[in-house]
């Protein structure tokens, strides 16, 4: 199992969302690197999902239910999409502040790579992140 890190503005499409829909399309994804980690995902993979912006925190956790795809917002071929269905909100938000401050949580990509949309996390970050939350 992998685990990742999924950012969205919770104006565009929150948390709240996703637990309403019960599934999504993550697309619009125009970043190569983030492109190339969707790719990388596979069913069951769980996903801590971000509210970035006006929020900067995890609230919840989603799980990888359809692998790659076509992007449906787009023709050109080289985007992809996946399906995410929300697992489980956090107990509590984890902010960007929280994890700045976790020594064990130093090379995260969140903090090397900020702008990053989609990026993968380690067990052990992902674990840190998840007990942080409740």
């Given amino acids: 199992m992998n685990y990742w890190l999924v950012k969205t503005e919770p104006e565009k499409y929150a948390w709240s969302d996703l637990q309403r829909d019960t599934q ?6 125009r970043n190569f690197q ?8 596979q069913v069951n993979d769980l996903v801590l999902y971000y ?7 995890i609230v919840g956790v989603a799980k990888v239910s359809r692998e790659a795809f ?17 697992e489980q ?13 976790e020594e064990r949580l130093q090379n995260i990509a969140l903090l090397r790579q900020s702008r990053l949309s ?7 970050e992902f674990d840190i992140l998840l007990h942080m939350g409740q």
């Fill in 24 to 29: 999504t399309t993550w697309d619009g994804v």
């Fill in 34 to 41: 983030a492109r190339n980690n969707l790719q990388k995902m």
């Fill in 51 to 57: 509210h970035s912006v006006s929020e900067k925190s």
């Fill in 70 to 86: 076509q992007d449906p917002t787009t023709q050109e071929a080289q985007w992809v999409a996946v399906t995410l269905v929300p």
């Fill in 89 to 101: 909100a956090l107990a509590k938000p984890v902010t960007l502040d929280q994890i700045k401050k």
């Fill in 118 to 124: 989609v990026m993968p996390l380690t067990p052990e």
